[in-house]
């Protein structure tokens, strides 16, 4: 069963760090190009950041640039979402998702290219 699972959300004042984590069983990551994704309360979907392949290419929404990372290690089959500087703002539902889509141009491929999808990690970023 190919299965995508997120780890490492949790409660943190701003100013604060949580490092997210996206592992995957039944497929292998590196034929994919993952995105990270979350969705607040009343909100749409955002997506945040997405990584290629084998990682030499990576993008983020301008809600996190500067403050997020994300990063892959094939070998363990995971993909990572560094946070650091977390905002009230940041507070949401974050979901990993895979697509065969790789990235060309200015953006993550398209939210409805992404075929995978976790069942979410609960961030929330209060004091």
């Known amino acids: 069963q190919l299965q995508l699972v997120e780890s490492g959300g949790g409660l943190v004042q701003p100013g604060g760090s949580l490092r997210l984590a996206c592992a995957a069983s039944g497929f292998t990551l590196d034929d994919y190009t993952i995105g990270w994704f979350r969705q607040a309360p009343g909100k749409e979907r955002e997506g945040v950041s997405c990584?290629?392949?084998?990682?030499?290419?990576?993008k983020y929404a301008d809600s996190v640039k500067d403050r997020v990372t994300i990063s892959r290690d094939n070998a363990k089959n995971t993909v990572y979402l560094q946070m650091n500087n977390l905002k009230p703002e940041d507070t949401a539902i974050y979901y990993c998702?895979?697509?065969?889509?790789?990235?060309?141009?200015?953006?993550?491929?398209?939210?409805?290219?992404?075929?995978?999808w976790g069942q979410g990690t609960q961030v929330t970023v209060s004091s």
């Open positions: 990584i290629s392949r084998i990682g030499l290419r990576t």
């Open positions: 998702a895979a697509t065969r889509t790789g990235i060309s141009g200015p953006r993550c491929p398209e939210t409805i290219k992404y075929n995978y």
